[in-house]
């Protein structure tokens, strides 16, 4: 069990030194909220049932670390990406919920519910 426990943690810090080092590079927005076209482009593309599209956005807004909209945003993309069954969702929304209120950990889950995605076959 203390094996399983360290992998979760290793796979979280993994996942949290990603987010870090992309705000670093000046990448996903470079800190910043991503624009709404590519914003936009990327929902489009979950609402086909792109896994990996809404993990893209859950990087974008989570990159934005001192903005709490941008962190519940964040956390309803992860959310999403694992309703959509990627396989590195559950990490990305531990890393971003680690920091988050109830509240907005329940605001996040009520916005990903409410996005319309593709009936599964």
Known sequence: MK????????TTLALATVLTF?????????????SAAEVTQLEAKVAQGDGDAAMKLG???AADLKNQEAQITAAKWFYIAGQL???NASMGYQAVT?????????EAERRANAFKLPAKE
């Open 59 to 61: 990087e974008l807004f």
């Open 22 to 34: 992309t705000v670093g590079c000046g990448e996903g927005g470079g800190g910043k909220t991503p």
């Open 98 to 106: 680690k920091t988050m209120g109830g509240d907005d950990i329940l």
């Open 85 to 87: 069954e990627h396989p």
């Open 3 to 10: 094996a399983k426990s360290l992998l979760s943690s290793v």
